[in-house]
């Protein structure tokens, strides 16, 4: 028989567990494993964007293609993959979480398997074009499934500080893995290595992961889907001729402006439309909406780091691959050191407003640092202070920003939601190395201009070049730090009546 203090605390606990119940829904069972999986799913997308770029030079030279072709290798996952991100991420919506995650795992999974047994560069370019466009599919409806899991503030705070950290991570790690498969195996195995990671990844979504999708007959808004689709398309692929053919190509400067004037139809439509692709309630949440604008921002500011530094340890200090990637793990031990401070500790009490301008002010004050080396510097004293302070800064802004770009949004359009961040990030980032690496071409020629060439003069105006990067991309930090700030809400963000509404049965 249950003793008279057990029978007094049951009641209490079962009504404690009835009243959280009826504010954030019923637990969704296994959410540890789910945070697992989707951390997976999104560590492979991010590790793609960077993991092959070391190994390209291999790849040339065992494929025997041109220049014209490697650049090609890098635009056809950026261009398939920042144009459909949108529509992946409302196939989410009306098809159920689960189906995305596992179609886009799978398929991931395929295209990476073809890219990695291409006997030419012809199929080399299709496959990584098919891992853009299932890593469009595959990364929305894998934040989209953390949003939906995790709806008790406090647990929800830890699994996007672990989602953040792999997020902002994916890029460094992706460096010092694609230099060790490149150097030690071969760079076929960068794109070998996903198969390893989708197969583990689909285990997990089979086991644990609930597919909710909105009742009735799915819906997809065609001409939103072709003005998002084209608008994107020609603005990424305006931007990548920019960088590749420089700013007087007309055809950078007709993708861009036709890609503008079709997204601006596309935000026309959304307003008419009866079942918008993106709809203006998304965006319009004035903390959502500064979390897009933020990660936009951060994309474009972020090359900076990973582009310009690993040129300056590779061709100035002549670091290996290797070398070169464990040179920025400390970057991504910060990192993740400040994803957990940033979401478990900061954002509950204080809100984003203060963290968020606080992560874009060490990101811009880590790029002013950077622009002190020279041609003489060492790791230790001269490139490791301001990886950390980069490193903090950016667990500041991916986390945070991250879990209040789905926050209060319901569980029907978190698909679309969670899209809106990975696109914003993909066209900052497309944005920012067209300037950047334009910026820096321009300083390079301009220092040697006059000059008598010479191996000393072309490594300083390389790292001229760099330094200019450098200032641009603390420029655009120093911008969002403002930006967020005042865009922002203050206060701790607070339970959303939509959200409550609308957790997943």
Same mark, same amino acid.
């Given at each position: 028989?249950?003793? &008279?203090?057990?029978? =007094? ?12 119940? $009826? ?23 991010? *590790? ?59 398929? /991931?999974?395929?295209?990476?398997? +073809?890219?990695?047994?291409? &006997?030419?560069?012809?199929?080399? @370019? ?6 853009? +466009?299932?890593?469009? %599919? +595959? ?6 499934? %953390? ?5 008790? &503030? ?22 010092? *893995? ?94 008419? =439309? !009866? ?25 474009? #500011? ?23 990637? *464990? ?26 407003? &203060? ?6 002010? /060490? ?12 041609? !003489? ?6 490139? *490791? ?11 500041? @802004? ?20 969670? $899209? ?27 220092? $040697?201009? #006059? ?55």
């Amino acid at each position: 028989m249950a003793s &008279p203090s057990e029978s =007094a605390t049951t009641p209490s606990k079962t009504a404690e567990q009835a009243v959280e119940e $009826a504010e954030y829904g019923p637990r969704v069972a296994h959410e540890w494993m789910i945070l697992g999986v989707v951390s997976l799913a999104q560590l492979m997308v991010v *590790l793609d964007a960077t993991v092959v770029t070391i190994a390209l030079p291999s790849a040339q030279r065992d494929l025997g293609f041109t220049n014209a072709s490697r650049q090609w290798i890098v635009t056809a996952y950026a261009l398939a993959f920042g144009s459909l991100l949108l529509v992946g991420g409302r196939f989410a919506d009306l098809f159920g979480r689960r189906t995305a995650l596992i179609g886009g795992l799978v398929g /991931f999974g395929v295209a990476s398997a +073809l890219a990695g047994i291409a &006997p030419n560069v012809g199929i080399l @370019i299709g496959g990584r074009a098919l891992q853009g +466009l299932f890593g469009a %599919l +595959l990364a929305p409806a894998a934040l989209s499934a %953390l949003t939906t899991t995790f709806t008790r &503030p406090a647990e929800r705070n830890r699994a996007f500080a672990v989602y953040g950290a792999v997020a902002g991570a994916g890029g460094a790690i992706g460096l010092l *893995l694609g230099g060790l498969l490149t150097e030690y195996l071969n760079w076929r195995w960068t794109l070998f290595i996903n198969l390893v990671i989708a197969g583990v990844a689909l285990l997990g979504a089979l086991a644990y992961v609930p597919n909710h999708r909105p009742a009735g007959r799915p819906s997809l808004d065609l001409p939103g889907t072709a003005y998002a689709c084209s608008g994107l398309f020609l603005l990424v692929f305006g931007f990548s001729r920019a960088e590749a053919k420089g700013w007087s190509s007309p055809q950078s400067w007709v993708s861009l402006i036709v890609g503008c004037v079709l997204l601006v139809l596309f935000a026309w439509w959304q307003r008419r =439309a !009866t079942h918008p692709l993106l709809p203006l309630r998304v965006v319009g949440e004035r903390n959502r909406g500064s979390s897009y604008l933020g990660m936009f921002i951060t994309g474009a #500011g972020i090359f900076g780091v990973f582009l310009f530094l690993t040129y300056y340890m590779q061709q100035i200090l002549g670091y290996s691959p290797v070398k070169t990637g *464990l040179a920025f793990l400390p970057m991504v031990a910060a990192l993740m050191v400040s994803a957990q401070i940033a979401t478990i500790t900061l954002l509950p009490r204080i809100g984003p407003r &203060p963290v968020v301008p606080l992560g874009m002010l /060490f990101g811009g004050v880590g790029m002013l640092w950077l622009t002190r080396l020279d041609l !003489t510097s060492s790791y230790a004293p001269h490139i *490791l202070p301001p990886l950390l302070i980069l490193g903090f800064g950016m667990g500041l @802004i991916f986390a945070p920003a991250m879990a209040m770009a789905t926050y209060g949004v319901s569980a029907d359009d978190a698909g679309v939601a969670s $899209a809106m961040v990975n696109t914003c990030q993909q066209v900052g980032g497309s944005i920012g190395v067209a300037l950047l690496s334009t910026l820096a071409a321009s300083a390079a020629t301009n220092y $040697a201009k #006059g000059k008598a060439a010479s191996a000393q003069v072309t490594a300083q105006a390389n790292l001229h070049s760099y330094a200019t990067a450098y200032r641009w991309s603390a420029a655009f930090f120093f911008v969002g730090m403002v930006v967020c700030f005042f865009l922002y809400r203050w206060g701790a963000p607070k339970g959303d009546p939509e959200l409550q509404s609308s957790v997943p049965m």
